[in-house]
Structures are given as structure tokens and as C-alpha cells.
């Protein structure tokens, strides 16, 4: 553990300051243990976390620290009364909660903007034509309260690039961790559709997954990027070439219908209500009266 980090901080010597760099602290342990003392997301297991990443980094701050995932046993005030000691000794110079549901992340900039604290500046979740149930809470959530998005597996484990319909193997088949299957016709169906606009366009079905979520970015008022995690330097080619990737509107929209989901309660009941509320169709703003 922590290896990836003594890499990266050896292709940063020299020229930290052009990088922005960020890590992760994990509820599972550090390098330095997995006691009870080096678990969960308690002040002291933080910071030891981040004294041992700034080591392997060699540096002496990190642009963004990211919780995670919530243990859901230490209190959100800690979690974010730690956050704030960081930057203050200038370790840690934004915050962000991975995985957390969008109650917390709520709660905790809640409690950050009533304390004066660092706030929490980003959060990160899976998302991609496949796994688009982030509509629901969290990008709303992120929208609204002006928080960036990084959105994690944006090919869903590799489905979208639908090698493993011809019975490739990746990374995440290896580790028995694959994130997502053609486990029901709904997949299928977004699978045929990624592949059928790939031909359409002459680009790999990668290319056009993350550009479709590049779009949906771009038509997002906050900050939205996708987390890419390239093993090879083709694969790295791959997710750069859809930045230039020019996807049509139809595209685009043929997309997002087939990989749709229901947004369930109670979103779909004040969507269909929000005109009624308003007094529908009739509804006019009262003339203010003239002095």
C-alpha cells in the first residue's frame, strides 16, 4: 500500500508546483497497519494517513485530501474539525468525500459553513451509461450546492467498451472485481446502443462513452470530470481522443434515453407535481400595485 504515491512522487521532484495532486484516506488501514487505531475515519487514523502520504509524495502539502468511503461510525464533526486542522497547518489544501451518501456530504458542508471551516469542495461517485443512479441525490446535490463532481468507473468496468462481448479479459476481470455485467436486458440494450454509435461515428466505443459523459459535463453548472484509470499508454490515448470526439445532438440524446432511469420517489412525484403547484398553465405573477 502506498506504492502508486512513492511512484508519483518521484515524477513530481522538482516541479511539484505544477501538479495538483491528490490522494485518498481509507477506512480499510495505512501502510504503517490495519489495527484498530489505523482504521475508520477518526482524527488520528487521518493523520497519520496524511503524514505517511506526504512521505511516499515527498512534498509537504496535497492539493485535495478525499475521504474514502464513510464508516458510519465516526461523527461527520470530526471528520470535518479534522479537514479543517489539516489546511490550517497547510497540509491539505481542499477537501472531498468519496462514495458518502448525499445526506452526509450535505450535513458536513452544513456544519463546515456554520463553523467557518474548509469546506468540502468535491465528491466523487460512480457514474456512466450504466450506472447513472448519482441522478437521483448526489450530482443534484453537487449542482446545487456548487461542489465538484468526479465521477469514478465512467466505462462501467470496462462493459462500455463491449470487449467483453468477445471474451477479453481487463484488469478488473483478473481481480474478480468486475463492476458491471450484461446482467439484464437494460445493459444490453445500453451496450448496443454505445456500439451502434461507435460504427455510426468511426470511433471506439470507449471514445464515445466518456465523451457522452463529457457532454452531460458540460451542461452541468458545476464542475464535472470523469476519473480515468489507464493501464496502458493506448488506453491513455483513448481517453484523450474524446475530448475531441465531436458527438452529435442526436447521438447524444439516443444515448441518454436508453440509459435512463427512474428517478423514484419523491423526485418523480414533485417533477409531475411542480406545475400544479405553481397553479399550472394559469398561473400568472400578481401585478405589483403602483404607488
Same mark, same amino acid.
Given at each position: 500500500?502506498?506504492?502508486?504515491?512513492?511512484?508519483?512522487?518521484?515524477?513530481?521532484?522538482?516541479?511539484?508546483?505544477?501538479?495538483? $495532486?491528490?490522494?485518498?484516506?481509507?477506512?480499510?488501514?495505512?501502510?504503517?497497519?490495519?489495527? $484498530?487505531?489505523?482504521?475508520?475515519?477518526?482524527?488520528?487514523?487521518?493523520?497519520?494517513?496524511?503524514?505517511?502520504?506526504?512521505?511516499?509524495?515527498?512534498?509537504?502539502?496535497?492539493?485535495?485530501?478525499?475521504?474514502?468511503?464513510?464508516?458510519? $461510525?465516526?461523527?461527520?464533526?470530526?471528520?470535518?474539525?479534522?479537514?479543517?486542522?489539516?489546511?490550517?497547518?497547510?497540509?491539505?489544501?481542499?477537501?472531498?468525500?468519496?462514495?458518502?451518501?448525499?445526506?452526509?456530504?450535505?450535513?458536513?458542508?452544513?456544519?463546515?459553513?456554520?463553523?467557518?471551516?474548509?469546506?468540502?469542495?468535491?465528491?466523487?461517485?460512480?457514474?456512466?451509461?450504466?450506472?447513472?443512479?448519482?441522478?437521483?441525490?448526489?450530482?443534484?446535490?453537487?449542482?446545487?450546492?456548487?461542489?465538484?463532481?468526479?465521477?469514478?468507473?465512467?466505462?462501467?468496468?470496462?462493459?462500455?467498451?463491449?470487449?467483453?462481448?468477445?471474451?477479453?479479459?481487463?484488469?478488473?476481470?483478473?481481480?474478480?472485481?468486475?463492476?458491471?455485467?450484461?446482467?439484464?436486458?437494460?445493459?444490453?440494450?445500453?451496450?448496443?446502443?454505445?456500439?451502434?454509435?461507435?460504427?455510426?461515428?468511426?470511433?471506439?466505443?470507449?471514445?464515445?462513452?466518456?465523451?457522452?459523459?463529457?457532454?452531460?459535463?458540460?451542461?452541468?453548472?458545476?464542475?464535472?470530470?470523469?476519473?480515468?484509470?489507464?493501464?496502458?499508454?493506448?488506453?491513455?490515448?483513448?481517453?484523450?481522443?474524446?475530448?475531441?470526439?465531436?458527438?452529435?445532438?442526436?447521438?447524444?440524446?439516443?444515448?441518454?434515453?436508453?440509459?435512463?432511469?427512474?428517478?423514484?420517489?419523491?423526485?418523480?412525484?414533485?417533477?409531475?407535481?411542480?406545475?400544479?403547484?405553481?397553479?399550472?398553465?394559469?398561473?400568472?405573477?400578481?401585478? $405589483?400595485?403602483?404607488?
Amino acid at each position: 500500500m502506498g506504492e502508486s504515491e512513492e511512484i508519483l512522487g518521484r515524477l513530481l521532484a522538482g516541479r511539484r508546483d505544477q501538479f495538483t $495532486v491528490a490522494t485518498k484516506f481509507a477506512v480499510g488501514g495505512t501502510a504503517e497497519g490495519s489495527g $484498530v487505531l489505523q482504521t475508520g475515519n477518526g482524527r488520528r487514523a487521518m493523520f497519520r494517513s496524511v503524514e505517511a502520504s506526504l512521505r511516499r509524495l515527498g512534498t509537504d502539502y496535497v492539493d485535495l485530501l478525499w475521504v474514502h468511503w464513510p464508516d458510519f $461510525v465516526t461523527p461527520l464533526d470530526e471528520i470535518v474539525r479534522a479537514f479543517d486542522d489539516l489546511a490550517r497547518a497547510g497540509k491539505v489544501l481542499y477537501a472531498g468525500l468519496s462514495n458518502f451518501p448525499a445526506w452526509m456530504t450535505s450535513r458536513a458542508t452544513t456544519l463546515a459553513e456554520l463553523r467557518g471551516e474548509i469546506p468540502i469542495a468535491a465528491v466523487q461517485f460512480e457514474y456512466s451509461l450504466v450506472e447513472r443512479s448519482g441522478e437521483r441525490d448526489n450530482l443534484p446535490m453537487a449542482e446545487a450546492l456548487g461542489i465538484g463532481a468526479a465521477l469514478w468507473s465512467p466505462l462501467g468496468g470496462g462493459l462500455l467498451t463491449g470487449k467483453y462481448r468477445n471474451g477479453e479479459e481487463g484488469r478488473l476481470t483478473k481481480l474478480k472485481a468486475v463492476v458491471h455485467t450484461e446482467d439484464g436486458p437494460a445493459k444490453s440494450t445500453i451496450v448496443d446502443a454505445v456500439l451502434a454509435a461507435a460504427d455510426q461515428l468511426g470511433a471506439p466505443a470507449a471514445d464515445v462513452s466518456v465523451a457522452w459523459l463529457l457532454e452531460r459535463a458540460r451542461r452541468s453548472p458545476t464542475g464535472v470530470v470523469p476519473i480515468t484509470g489507464p493501464r496502458t499508454i493506448e488506453q491513455l490515448d483513448g481517453y484523450l481522443a474524446a475530448l475531441d470526439l465531436d458527438l452529435p445532438a442526436e447521438v447524444y440524446d439516443r444515448l441518454d434515453e436508453v440509459s435512463r432511469i427512474p428517478l423514484g420517489q419523491p423526485h418523480a412525484d414533485n417533477a409531475a407535481r411542480g406545475s400544479a403547484t405553481l397553479g399550472g398553465d394559469g398561473f400568472r405573477q400578481r401585478p $405589483v400595485a403602483s404607488a
